[in-house]
C-alpha cells in the first residue's frame, strides 16, 4: 500500500500570506496520480488538482500544485478568509490511498 | 451542478449492518463511478471501493472485501454502501464521490471529482 504522509500537521498563518503543504509518497505515483482536496467542517470534500497540477474547474489560479515522483507540493500564494480549512491529498496510481491532512488555521 | 445528497445518521449495535444512500444530481448517473470513502475520528480518509453505475460492476478494497456490498439503482440515480458485522472501529463518516471511467468502463487511475457531505454511522452497544 501507497502511503502517504503530509506536512505539517498544522500551518498558522494570516490572510494574504503563502501557504506551502507538502504530500510525499512511500513509493513513486508518478506525476499524473496525485490530487489535492479542501475540506471545510461540516461540508464535502472539493477537488482542487488532480494530475498533481491541473486545476479542477472553478478553482482560483492562487491555488498550484507540483511535483512527481514521492514529492509533491501544494502552494496558496494568498490565503483568502475561506481558505483556511483541511487539505489532503489522494494517490490513484495504486488502489486509493489518502494523506492524513494538513489544517490551515488562521493565525 | 453535480450534487449528492446521502442518507441520515445511523446508530447501530455491533454485528448489526448498515446501508446508506447517496442519490445523485446534475449529470447523466451511469456516465460515472460512484466510489465510497470513510472517516472514523481522528484518522484519514480510507477508500471502500467503486460500482460502474452504469452496469453494476465492483471492486472492493481488500480492507473490506466480504463485509461491504456496493450496489446501485439507476432508474433512481441512487448508489447504496452496506456494511455488515458492525464493529465499533466502523464508527466513522462514510463519503460518496464521483469519478470517470478509462476507456474500458474500469474506475482504475481516475482521481474522485464530486463527493457527497457524508453520513456518519455509529456503532455502540
Known amino acids: 500500500e501507497i502511503v502517504l504522509t503530509q506536512s505539517p500537521g498544522t500551518l498558522s498563518l494570516s490572510p494574504g500570506e503563502r501557504a506551502t503543504l507538502s504530500c510525499r509518497a512511500s513509493?513513486?505515483?508518478?506525476?499524473?496520480?496525485l490530487a489535492w482536496y479542501q475540506q471545510r467542517p461540516g461540508q464535502a470534500p472539493r477537488l482542487l488538482l488532480y494530475?498533481?497540477?491541473h486545476r479542477a474547474t472553478d478553482i482560483p489560479d492562487r491555488f498550484s500544485g507540483s511535483g512527481s515522483g514521492t514529492d509533491f507540493t501544494l502552494t496558496i500564494s494568498r490565503l483568502e478568509p475561506e481558505d483556511f480549512a483541511v487539505y489532503f491529498c489522494l494517490q490513484y496510481r495504486s488502489s486509493r490511498t489518502f494523506g492524513q491532512g494538513t489544517k490551515v488555521e488562521m493565525k | 451542478q453535480v450534487q449528492f445528497v446521502q442518507s441520515g445518521t445511523e446508530v447501530k449495535k455491533p454485528g448489526a449492518s448498515v446501508k446508506v444512500s447517496c442519490k445523485a444530481s446534475?449529470?447523466?448517473?451511469?456516465?460515472?463511478?460512484l466510489h465510497w470513502v470513510r472517516q472514523a475520528p481522528g484518522q484519514r480518509l480510507e477508500w471502500m471501493g467503486w460500482i460502474n453505475a452504469g452496469n453494476g460492476y465492483t471492486k472492493y478494497s481488500q480492507n473490506f472485501q466480504g463485509r461491504v456490498t456496493i450496489t446501485r439503482d439507476p432508474f433512481a440515480s441512487t448508489g447504496y454502501m452496506e456494511l455488515a458485522s458492525l464493529r465499533s472501529e466502523d464508527t466513522a463518516v462514510y463519503y460518496c464521490a464521483r469519478s470517470e471511467y478509462d476507456g474500458s468502463g474500469y474506475a482504475t487511475k481516475k482521481h474522485l471529482d464530486f463527493w457527497g457531505r457524508g453520513t456518519l454511522v455509529a456503532v455502540s452497544s
Open positions: 513509493q513513486s505515483v508518478s506525476s499524473i496520480y
Open positions: 446534475g449529470y447523466s448517473f451511469d456516465s460515472y463511478a
Open positions: 494530475g498533481a497540477s
